[in-house]
């Protein structure tokens, strides 16, 4: 089975339809950009940069994280890279930021909420990716964005420290797409406003069905309750997608679903413009999407939107691949 993933190595992704997706891979240091290209990733769809922050005593400095943010670009070769600004906070601590306790972590003071709060750590983060951007193809996006004023505020930082660093005469790219992750139920249900600021969205599944359905994601004892094909999180992701085209912007997803083979069908027919998945999943989901139809998964996944148990909607997808 390996040789024959092997053979899909420098074929485009695309159905029988011709409808061509982006396959990216997801990583969480520099170091894994090697994993994405042996794959033959087409991206990095997430850069997950707390890694960058954790298992040391002190944040990392600007130039500490221009270093990294260059070498994961270069490394890539000119192929896009989405680095996701610092989503601490949640499942996530650093030893060194101390936080009080709060009684729900993962709806608390996280993520973007955090760096707007400290926009010190925030504006380092901001200004090393911006310099960094001449050395690839830079997509900056920010994490857990809620509201849409969080997202302006987001993007006025960014534009302050564009223009910090214009001031100082270092050079910046001009064309660095722009996105956010679409992780909680207020954005999906206004992301036809949302989208009209963003060059992208990606949908962050991990978080969007904890949030979605009230089950948190690391409680063992609900985990039969965490399901991907909960039809109200499929309704969603439909929508952030619909809306998103509808203002001729492109939707990713870097959760885990987007390299799962029973929702990557659904989600070809919904539309989904990129799928970022651990590397070792992508050969396999590329080989799947060409034997698929787009036109056949678009009927399909119409289909499964009228249908209201997520049990049933596993059923119909396994007896669609068998
Ligand atoms: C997600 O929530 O789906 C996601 C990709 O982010 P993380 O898993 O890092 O929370
Ligand atoms: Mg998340």
């Known amino acids: 089975e390996k040789e024959?993933?092997?053979?899909?190595?420098?074929?485009?992704?695309?159905?029988?339809?011709?409808?061509?997706?982006?396959?990216?891979?997801n990583i969480g240091t520099p170091n894994d950009v090697e994993g994405v290209l042996k794959n033959d990733g087409e991206g990095v769809g997430l850069y997950r940069t707390e890694f960058l922050y954790m298992d040391r005593s002190n944040f990392p400095n600007e130039e500490e994280q221009f270093i990294a943010y260059k070498s994961v670009?270069?490394?890539?070769?000119?192929?896009?890279?989405?680095i996701r600004t610092l989503d601490i906070g949640g499942d996530k601590e650093l030893d060194y930021l101390k936080l009080p306790k709060e009684m729900n972590p993962f709806l608390g003071y996280r993520a973007i909420r955090l760096c707007l709060d400290r926009v010190d750590i925030f504006k380092s983060q901001l200004r090393a990716?911006?310099?960094?951007?001449?050395?690839?193809?830079?997509?900056?996006?920010?994490?857990?964005?809620?509201?849409?004023?969080?997202?302006?505020?987001?993007?006025e930082i960014l534009e302050e420290c564009r223009q910090e660093l214009i001031n100082e005469g270092i050079e910046t790219d001009n064309?660095?797409?722009?996105?956010?992750?679409?992780?909680?139920?207020?954005?999906?249900?206004?992301?036809?406003i949302l989208a009209k600021h963003v060059d992208f969205f990606s949908i962050g599944t991990n978080d969007l069905i904890q949030y979605t359905t009230a089950v948190d994601r690391m409680n063992e004892k609900i985990h039969n309750l965490y399901n991907m094909f909960n039809p109200a999180?499929?309704?969603?992701?439909?929508l952030v997608i619909d809306n998103a085209h509808k203002e001729g912007k492109w939707v990713g997803m870097c959760g885990e679903a987007a390299g799962d083979d029973k929702m990557i069908p659904i989600l070809l027919g919904f539309g989904l413009d990129e799928f970022s998945m651990s590397a070792i999943s992508i050969l396999k989901a590329r080989k799947q999407i060409n034997s698929l139809s787009f036109e056949k998964m678009k009927e399909f996944s119409d289909k499964i939107l009228t249908i209201g148990s997520a049990a049933e909607i596993e059923e119909e997808i396994n007896?669609?691949?068998?």
């Open 4 to 25: 024959e993933l092997k053979k899909m190595v420098g074929v485009p992704t695309k159905t029988i339809d011709n409808r061509h997706v982006e396959l990216a891979g």
């Open 73 to 82: 670009l270069e490394g890539m070769n000119g192929r896009p890279v989405v």
């Open 129 to 155: 990716l911006l310099r960094a951007s001449i050395y690839g193809k830079l997509r900056i996006m920010f994490p857990m964005i809620s509201s849409l004023e969080e997202l302006l505020r987001s993007k």
């Open 175 to 192: 064309n660095i797409e722009i996105g956010m992750m679409i992780e909680v139920p207020s954005a999906a249900l206004i992301s036809d």
């Open 233 to 238: 999180v499929l309704r969603l992701i439909k």
């Open 319 to 322: 007896n669609i691949l068998k």
